[in-house]
């Protein structure tokens, strides 16, 4: 079946611009996650939905950073008044989410994020 | 906070050659251990997990990693190299209660013919 699948797979925006970044998770998964990868920082979560619960925020960097998910199915992840620091590749992944943490994440593509 | 430590950002062998990838986590329970590979352009593809079952995981393409509470190690081992393993591969950590994936830094794998 279809994997996880993110739009779009680059951007390059210039600074203090607001940028949308789309995930579409794998059908019937009810968790989805946003990690960033960027040089500096390695590999970091940024937020998690599971179901209808509240998102857990935690790994957001800023206010700057939000991001929804509509009918518990499609993602958007907005940075508004980006800067050069934002510049990463944003990755989404997707589970099924069941009993415990051990549930296998299955990661998109990724959007490459480049802020000039 | 859990943790995990991957020792070598770039390791290289020869095709053929025994694979060993580090890691090491820091965590007071034993917590979700996780190898994933990320080919070039491409986003992270799970190689194995260990779960608290079996300490010695086996994962796809050949590879698999053992459990060592006393030495807090999940190693990543494939007795032979093929040219299509070349790729950066991460050790990551699941905290107990919660579903967010901890990653370390990374280990690029180099294969030389």
């Known amino acids: 079946g279809a994997g996880v699948s993110q739009s779009p797979s680059n951007k390059v925006t210039e600074k203090g611009k607001d940028v949308e970044l789309r995930c579409d998770p794998i059908?019937?998964?009810?968790?989805l996650y946003w990690y960033r990868q960027s040089l500096g920082q390695g590999l970091e979560f940024l937020i998690y939905?599971?179901?209808?619960?509240?998102?857990?925020k935690s790994g957001l960097p800023s206010d700057r950073f939000s991001a929804e998910r509509t009918g518990g199915s499609v993602s958007t992840l907005t940075i508004q008044r980006t800067q050069q620091e934002d510049s990463a590749v944003y990755l989404c992944?997707?589970?099924?989410?069941?009993?415990?943490?051990?549930?296998?994440?299955?990661f998109g593509p990724g959007t490459r994020l480049t802020v000039l | 906070a859990q943790s995990v430590t991957q020792l070598g950002s770039h390791v290289s062998v020869s095709e053929g050659a025994l694979v060993l990838l580090r890691c090491n986590y820091s965590?007071?329970?034993?917590?979700?251990l996780f190898w994933y590979v990320q080919y070039p352009n491409q986003g992270l593809q799970l190689l194995l997990k260990?779960?608290?079952?079996?300490?010695l995981v086996k994962g796809i393409n050949g590879f698999e990693a053992e459990f060592k509470k006393s030495e807090t190690s999940f190693h990543l081992t494939k007795p032979s190299a093929h040219m299509s393993d070349a790729a950066e591969y991460f050790c990551?950590?699941?905290?107990?209660?919660?579903?967010?994936?901890?990653f370390g830094s990374g280990t690029r794998l180099q294969v030389q013919p």
């Open positions: 992944a997707s589970s099924l989410a069941g009993s415990g943490s051990t549930d296998t994440q299955y």
């Open positions: 965590s007071s329970v034993p917590p979700y």
């Open positions: 990551a950590v699941s905290p107990t209660g919660r579903r967010a994936l901890t």
């Open positions: 260990y779960t608290s079952a079996a300490t």
């Open positions: 059908s019937g998964h009810t968790a």
């Open positions: 939905f599971q179901g209808n619960s509240a998102p857990d």
